[in-house]
């Protein structure tokens, strides 16, 4: 059975940093044609992209956050751990870490989701 | 960044309908799409991956098509559970775009 849960703070005030851990199971993230993926959603909003590491270390964050974002994976705890620095009151929303598994010939798509965790940004 | 259209934005139907939901990608990414179901306070559900394959366990009625630009989703005969809000995915360039959604409401 596949289960991630993201775990973290819920509340951070403006310009600190974030730090999110994704804690999964039933998978390991050194095997070949997996990754892990975080993901957002603001509230009413739809989902954003944010970052993502892959089985061979192999990272990809979005253009727009990232010089605010640091992914890094822990193999042996099966563990992903997301930064974000200098949080602002729009980064309020839902964060989600998933699994992304390659299916043949057709590419990386996420299978597997935390229940995601409400980080709300505010003084 | 590729971005994604999805039409409509909202979608109001009645159960036993056929509805269709599409996606629009501002570049071609060939048929690296996935579709993806949200309700209410849970995370989404994948649908369909590579435009049309349907991802295991997923009820039949839900089918995908298209390549290059244009996707859609299909829902063959709309039930209950389906209410819900529906995003595309692009997987074929970083960062892994998502679509606007699309809400389908009961009529």
């Known amino acids: 059975q596949i289960t991630l849960k993201e775990s973290g703070p819920t509340l951070v005030k403006p310009t600190q940093t974030l730090t999110l851990t994704c804690t999964f199971s039933?998978?390991?993230?050194?095997?070949?044609?997996?990754?892990v993926g975080w993901i957002r959603q603001p509230p009413g909003k739809a989902l954003e992209w944010l970052a993502l590491?892959?089985?061979?270390?192999?990272?990809h964050s979005s253009p727009s956050l990232k010089s605010r974002l640091t992914i890094t994976k822990d193999t042996s705890k099966n563990q992903v751990v997301l930064t974000m620095t200098n949080m602002d009151p729009v980064d309020t929303a839902t964060y989600y870490c998933?699994?992304?598994?390659?299916?043949?010939?057709?590419?990386?798509?996420?299978?597997?989701w935390g229940q995601g965790t409400l980080v709300t940004v505010s003084s | 960044d590729i971005q994604l259209t999805q039409s409509p934005s909202f979608l109001s139907a009645s159960v036993g309908d056929r509805v269709t939901i599409t996606c629009r990608a501002s570049?071609?990414?060939?048929?690296?799409l996935a579709w993806y179901q949200q309700k209410p306070g849970k995370a989404p559900k994948l649908l369909i991956y590579?435009?049309?394959a349907l991802q295991s366990g997923v009820p039949s009625r839900f089918s995908g098509s298209g390549s290059g630009t244009d996707f859609t989703l299909t829902i063959s005969s709309l039930q209950p559970e389906d209410f819900a809000t529906y995003y595309c995915?692009?997987?074929?360039?970083?960062?892994?775009?998502f679509g606007p959604g699309t809400k389908l409401i009961i009529k």
């Open positions: 998933a699994r992304l598994f390659y299916y043949d010939s057709s590419g990386y798509y996420v299978d597997y």
């Open positions: 039933g998978f390991s993230l050194s095997n070949s044609g997996v990754g």
């Open positions: 590491i892959y089985w061979n270390d192999d990272k």
């Open positions: 570049q071609d990414i060939n048929s690296y």
């Open positions: 590579a435009a049309s």
């Open positions: 995915q692009q997987v074929n360039n970083y960062p892994f775009t």
